[in-house]
T-cell receptor, first 118, second 115 residues
Framework: NAGVTQTPKFQVLKTGQSMTLQCAQD?????MYWYRQDPGMGLRLIYY???????DKGEVPNGYNVSRLNKREFSLRLESAAPSQTSVYFC?????????????????FGDGTRLSIL | AQTVTQSQPEMSVQEAETVTLSCTYD???????LFWYKQPPSRQMILVIR??????QNATENRFSVNFQKAAKSFSLKISDSQLGDTAMYFC????????????FGPGTRLSVLP
């Protein structure tokens, strides 16, 4: 099925460890996003990539790096995990030409990754 | 920068009753979209309804409708004939139409539909 795929779904890390969250979409979308969701905070944008080869900081980029590997894939890396990064992470994508599309869903979300840092 | 505010952290409503969730936003843009998303316990983000800022007519999707007041920068969601399956977090979101088409989400309102 077409959509956004995130891996892993769950992960527990120790403080100081590193890891990469993977995201891939098969809808040929240009723009991809990484959000984190904390209780009572809604979704906050970490980084986004408007198109292949470009990345920009969002609201809360500190402690994270991203790579837009190709048009399909957008990964999020924690170089040295901290307990404050315990959260649920969502990847999302949107296609340019949204106004002209027949899709009713402007932004497609993955199912989320629950990350705990001990 | 755009901001989205939802002033009701939690709300409850009796089954079959009507409830209205509030959302206000701040922007200097003239062209943009507004959305309401529903997030049930499964954590999936589900689009409920969208509104294009250039349209004066309020959007409606079955039991869901909005009251869009552009001058007041207000975008409330009305749920009619509430059902138990409507229990979820509801997020108001803003999207401006430019490079990156960035989304900004409000903090959410937790809605409980009571039997």
């Amino acid at each position: 099925n077409a959509g956004v795929t995130q891996t892993p779904k769950f992960q527990v890390l120790k403080t100081g460890q590193s890891m990469t969250l993977q995201c891939a979409q098969d809808m040929n979308h240009n723009s991809m996003y990484w959000y984190r969701q904390d209780p009572g905070m809604g979704l906050r944008l970490i980084y986004y990539s408007a198109s292949e080869g470009t990345t920009d900081k969002g609201e809360v980029p500190n402690g994270y790096n991203v790579s837009r590997l190709n048009k399909r894939e957008f990964s999020l890396r924690l170089e040295s995990a901290a307990p404050s990064q315990t959260s649920v992470y969502f990847c999302a994508s949107i296609g340019f030409g949204y106004q002209g599309t027949t899709s009713n869903q402007p932004q497609h979300f993955g199912d989320g990754t629950r990350l705990s840092i001990l | 920068a755009q901001t989205v505010t939802q002033s009701q952290p939690e709300m409850s409503v009796q089954e079959a009753e009507t409830v209205t969730l509030s959302c206000t936003y701040d922007t200097s843009e003239s062209n943009y979209y507004l959305f309401w998303y529903k997030q049930p316990p499964s954590r999936q983000m589900i689009l409920v309804i969208r509104q294009e800022a250039y349209k004066q007519q309020n959007a409606t999707e079955n039991r869901f409708s909005v009251n869009f007041q552009k001058a007041a920068k207000s975008f409330s969601l009305k749920i009619s004939d509430s059902q138990l399956g409507d229990t979820a977090m509801y997020f108001c979101a803003f999207m401006k139409l430019n490079y990156g088409q960035n989304f900004v989400f409000g903090p959410g309102t937790r809605l409980s539909v009571l039997p």
